[in-house]
């Protein structure tokens, strides 16, 4: 006996590393978002972009250890809907909760910063969308009620064990999830499509940059200043979705589980959605400009990436490829309607993190692979027949419903809250720097001076 416990306390110690290690990758794709927005706005407004993405993670880590981890994880007296904090699970005053009743191995506490890091990353993704005109101010704000409240309620709906919507809820009757619960496994819904729904409220109210549309109502291109740093971005977040997507089976080491298993499919399946995703998106791009876009590689590349990030425990490779194609078909016609809605977007971050994240949890039930299902009713994706091993006397359900009723849900939750939020930041005059700050750019006005001092800035 004592030895089983020490094997099982070995495991559970690897365990907390591996998720002290995939978190470490996830949060340095802070790193890579930096690097991408700043190449991909121009000279002028480099320090206010770098300077919002450090402070996304240093607001999001207190938002979330005061507020929001409680509320995606907390005891939520079966409402479904979000935590209490309760139980140790969250807020400040509960630290000696975590002490005395959480594991020896620390898997608890790893298991916070692991999901720190993706809160962080959802309140990044937001900045895309409102670069360039945002004030600080209205940015601090967004930033502290997407990881307080907004995202968090997201998570606990379709995560957490007591959630709504949870394929992990094993309870029963009314505190049953509804139909079977969905399958987000690293969170094409839950992270990219509800950041992707803030930077679309948040670029909408905001209005477009100035110059981005001429009198007549067309568009004019306002190109980033620094290709390197859009690619070096690029590349960084690509490494660290193999944290993001294959650090979501949250163990590798437990006795008697195949998540090792997964977790190597996890990174094939990530890996060929991000390729088909960057090539559909890049010939894409070539047919209509006829130029040879590096943009639209990089952005393809994550839009194959966000695509897979839903399915990638429960398809096969070759599914992976045809979503990320799918997806880059999705992205290109999502930016174009932006563009004819002038609704003014810098970084694409609707098309490539909203679209493609709804398009991602669709995909799951169109293509989810029936030995792979974790969903508690539904065992297949559309594509597959509707009988088990012991046919005809065993049958499965699909679970395409149960996707789409949950992204309705995202949809409405993080749609009025954030239109709520950047409205009331529009009419109190907080949301949008003033004409000339913008003009002047923000890094001379509002951050000491110029990004490039040695190269001499321009403001347009």
Known sequence: MALADDVASLAAKGDTFFLVWAGCLVFFMQCGFAMLEAGTVRAKNTKNILIKNLLDACIGGIMWYLVGFGIAFGDDTDNGFLGSGTGGKAYAIHIEDWRSSY??????????????????????????????????????????????????????????????????????????????????????????????????????????????????????????????????????????????????????????????????????????????????????????????????????????????????????PWAAIIIGLIGGFIYTGASKLLVALKIDDPLDAFAVHGASGTWGVLAVGVFCRPEYSYNLLGKHGFIYPNTGPNSPTETYNDVLGIQIVTLLVIWAWVGVTATAMFAALKVTGILRVPAEVEEMGMDISKHGGEAYPDQGTKAA
């Open 103 to 316: 594991t020896a191995e620390g898997t608890d506490w790893a298991f916070w910063f692991f999901q720190f890091t993706f809160a962080a990353a959802t309140a990044t993704i937001i900045s895309g969308g409102v670069a360039e005109r945002c004030t600080l101010t209205g940015y601090v704000i967004y930033s502290i009620a997407f990881t307080s409240f907004i995202y968090p309620v997201v998570v606990h709906m379709v995560w957490d064990s007591e959630g709504y919507f949870s394929a992990f809820n094993s309870g029963t009757g009314a505190a049953a999830p509804v139909l079977g619960g969905v399958m987000d496994f690293a969170g094409s819904g839950v992270v990219h499509l509800t950041g992707g729904i803030g930077a679309l409220a948040g670029a909408a109210l905001l209005g477009p940059r100035l110059g981005r549309f001429n009198a007549d109502g067309q568009a004019v291109p306002l190109p980033g200043h620094s290709a390197v740093l859009q690619v070096l971005g690029t590349f960084i977040l690509w490494l660290g979705w193999y944290g993001f997507n294959g650090g979501s089976t949250l163990s590798v080491f437990g006795l008697g589980t195949a998540y090792a298993r997964d977790l190597a499919r996890v990174c094939v399946t990530t890996t060929l959605s991000a390729c088909s995703g960057a090539l559909s998106t890049f010939l894409m791009a070539y047919l209509v400009t006829h130029v040879w876009d590096i943009q639209a590689v990089s952005n393809g590349i994550l839009v194959g990436l966000v695509s897979i990030t839903s399915g990638c425990v429960v398809v096969d």
